[in-house]
C-alpha cells in the first residue's frame, strides 16, 4: 500500500506532513506527527527543529505578511527544509509519496 503525503509548513500547527490520501488519513487523520511515521529519533528531533525554527520566523501579529526573516535566513531555513525532507523520503522509504509543496510556495 502507498501513503500520500504532503510536506508543508503551516504556521503554529506542530507539523509538516498532512494526508493526501484516504489510505493514510484512515491511518493518521490530517495533519501527521512526525513521532506516528517510521522515521529515526535524529530525523524526528531534526524535523522538529525544523518547525520550531518555522513558527519563530513568522510575524504573529500578521502572519500572511514578509516574515521578519531576512532574505538570507529565509533562503537557509529553505536549504535546510530541503536538505532534511530528501533525508526523511529516504527513511519513509517507497511505501511512502511525498508531496513537496513547501518548495512551491509563492514568495511575499
Do not use: Q
Not at 18 to 37: H, M, N, Q
Not at 44 to 50: F, I, K, Q, S, V
Not at 68 to 86: K, V
Amino acid at each position: 500500500m502507498s501513503y500520500r503525503l504532503r510536506f508543508f509548513f503551516d504556521p503554529g500547527s506542530g507539523v509538516c506532513f498532512w494526508t493526501a490520501s484516504d489510505a493514510i488519513y484512515k491511518r493518521f487523520g490530517y495533519p501527521v506527527e512526525l513521532s506516528e511515521l517510521p522515521l529515526s529519533a535524529t530525523t524526528r528531533r531534526a524535523g522538529e527543529h525544523l518547525i520550531g525554527r518555522f513558527n519563530t520566523s513568522l510575524n504573529w501579529a500578521d502572519p500572511s505578511s514578509s516574515s521578519p526573516a531576512g532574505e538570507s535566513d529565509t533562503a537557509l531555513f529553505d536549504e535546510d527544509a530541503s536538505a532534511w525532507l530528501a533525508i526523511a523520503k529516504g527513511e519513509l522509504g517507497p511505501d511512502y509519496e511525498v508531496i513537496d509543496e513547501h518548495s512551491v510556495r509563492p514568495i511575499n
